[in-house]
């Protein structure tokens, strides 16, 4: 599984978009990228992936760069509820995940 | 969607005895379970991939006679926690993949397990 690097936190205002970077230099050409994410004490939680393209659905937007070296995971307009941690893990289908450190999100009011 | 449930949520239990957690993929079928444990302030930590009707598959530095693990159907796998000491209290999550989907992995809301 691919190694990935993220920011270790990061802060949003209440309302704006918050852009969550991940770098996964090493990822295979048949793994995809998924985003999770974690409320305190709660398991995991999806929230988007994709392989090649840009993907969309009711909760963010994922921008995969055409090297697929890296990721950006846009929630577009973040509300308290959206503080968590987030994780980005490249993995094949059917495969483990081992996750990262990931980046603690903070959204301010 | 596909749901994952995880009994019980909190326990409690005495250092020496051995306590049981169990995981369920309520709406699918599930060939194999993960299970993972998490310290505070830290991510998850892969322990064990759970395979049913198979002898489960442990990461390197996780010690199977300690973590019982038991996929007996296509819908439950439990993990036992022997002889529990204070060091094994910890977060334990399970997960699990509808078969078929992309969509990655469901998981469990997690054991929150104190050994005092």
């Known amino acids: 599984d691919a190694k990935t690097t993220q920011p270790p936190s990061m802060d949003c205002a209440e309302g704006r978009a918050a852009n969550l970077p991940c770098n996964h230099s090493?990822?295979?050409?048949?793994?995809?990228v998924y985003w999770y994410r974690q409320i305190h004490s709660q398991g995991p939680q999806y929230i988007i992936h994709g392989l090649k393209n840009n993907e969309t659905n009711e909760m963010a937007s994922l921008i995969i760069t055409e090297d697929r070296k890296s990721s950006t995971l846009i929630l577009p307009h973040a509300t308290l509820r959206d503080t968590a941690v987030y994780y980005c893990i490249g993995a094949n289908t059917g495969n483990q995940f081992y996750f990262g450190t990931g980046t603690s999100l903070t959204v301010i009011p | 969607g596909a749901v994952v449930s995880q009994h019980p949520s909190r326990v409690i239990c005495k250092s020496g005895t051995s306590v049981k957690i169990e995981c369920r993929s309520l709406d699918f079928q599930a060939t194999t379970m993960f299970w993972y444990r998490q310290f505070p302030k830290q991510s998850l930590m892969l322990m064990a991939t759970?395979?049913?009707?198979?002898?489960?598959?442990?990461e390197q530095g996780v010690e199977k006679d300690k973590f019982l693990i038991n996929h007996a159907s296509l819908t439950l796998s439990t993990l036992t926690v022997t002889s529990a000491h204070p060091e094994d209290s910890s977060f334990y999550i399970c997960?699990?993949?509808?078969?078929?989907?992309?969509?990655?992995?469901?998981f469990g809301s997690g054991t929150r397990l104190t050994v005092v």
């Open positions: 997960s699990a993949r509808a078969g078929g989907s992309t969509y990655g992995y469901t």
């Open positions: 090493t990822i295979s050409g048949n793994e995809y």
């Open positions: 759970s395979n049913e009707g198979s002898k489960a598959t442990y």
